[in-house]
């Protein structure tokens, strides 16, 4: 089956730096990529995401980056905010399959 | 749109009593529903899948006679939790795929604290 890695599991930012997330995949076979954020007490929000025929997809201040090849994929965000601070979380599905593979989490914190 | 609503956002029971908790697609149909449990500060664990008319599919581990699921139609699952103990207590997340609408997209709840006391 499909292993997601995240990394790192904690983000400590100044507000204004950027924050990157990394993770990786196991399976060849996955072709769809979402993120989510989720804030304390809450269920997890879709932020962004990618399609396997697509390396790079931006919306305003976050972007995410797909190496097919090295099956790594990344989230970006730039000029960070306190409302930024949540829990991040990476996934990977493949094919018609809705069941996505989590990774492990993020937790980012953006100092004011 | 895409929204998904869980009732109630908490509930606390006494040990051996049920629990339902509702999961609603509220603009769109969802074929497929998922519930996941998620404890503190750790990732999302998947429970089970339920597709509308037909049983659920529960995960390794799952116990499907303490967790039922039903999915009578395309935009409710409910998930109860019978005899419910306090190793019970966790973040109970629904989620919906709108199958027809856009492949492999999945939109969360809000999510259900249950305490078990």
């Known amino acids: 089956g499909e292993n997601v890695e995240q990394h790192p599991s904690t983000l400590s930012v100044q507000e204004g730096d950027s924050a990157v997330i990394k993770c990786t995949y196991s399976?060849?076979?996955?072709?769809?990529f979402p993120w989510y954020k989720q804030e304390l007490g809450k269920g997890p929000q879709l932020i962004i995401d990618i399609r396997s025929n697509v390396g790079e997809k931006k919306d305003q201040r976050i972007a995410v980056t797909l190496n097919k090849t090295a099956k790594h994929f990344s989230l970006h965000i730039t000029e960070t905010q306190p409302e930024d601070s949540a829990v991040y979380f990476c996934a990977a599905s493949a094919g018609g399959s809705y069941i996505p593979t989590f990774g492990r989490g993020t937790s980012l914190i953006v100092h004011p | 749109g895409a929204v998904v609503s869980q009732h109630p956002s908490w509930v606390i029971c006494k040990s051996g009593t049920s629990v339902k908790i509702e999961c609603r697609s509220l603009?769109?149909?969802?074929?497929?529903m998922f519930w996941y449990r998620q404890f503190p500060k750790q990732s999302l664990m998947l429970m089970a899948t339920s597709n509308e008319g037909s049983k659920a599919t529960y995960e390794q581990g799952v116990e499907k006679d303490k967790f039922l699921i039903n999915h009578a139609s395309l935009t409710l699952s409910t998930l109860t939790v019978t005899s419910a103990h306090p190793e019970d207590s966790s973040f109970y997340i629904c989620?919906?795929?709108?199958?027809?609408?856009?492949?492999?997209?999945?939109?969360f709840g809000p999510g259900t604290r249950l305490t078990v006391l």
């Open positions: 399976d060849s076979a996955s072709n769809y």
């Open positions: 989620s919906a795929g709108p199958g027809l609408r856009r492949g492999n997209e999945q939109f």
């Open positions: 603009d769109f149909q969802a074929t497929t």
